[in-house]
């Protein structure tokens, strides 16, 4: 397993690619919007988001700071 933090500025482009491994997000601060597979979701603090091995998504829209904690699970982690 593999744990870690994406931190984006407001404007700030999130740069992910699918991952080969299923993933948790943990939204720790910040909000905007968490786009996966072409649906959009309304992020705030506190929520946690599931998101399969090899589907598309990306952080946006934010206003404030985003402080996202992750998981990776998997034989990629």
């Known amino acids: ?8 500025k407001p404007g700030e ?8 491994s299923d993933e948790i997000y943990y939204i720790l601060d910040g909000n905007g919007f968490l786009e996966i597979n072409d649906e ?4 705030k603090k506190g929520q946690i988001y599931f998101v399969a091995k090899d589907v598309p998504h990306h ?3 934010n206003t404030k700071n985003l402080s996202v904690l ?8």
Do not use: C, E, K, W
């Open 1 to 8: 397993m593999a744990v870690g933090v994406i931190f984006l």
């Open 13 to 20: 482009n999130d740069t992910q690619d699918p991952h080969d």
């Open 40 to 43: 959009s979701y309304r992020i």
């Open 59 to 61: 952080f946006y829209g």
């Open 70 to 77: 992750y998981f990776f699970g998997g034989s990629s982690s």
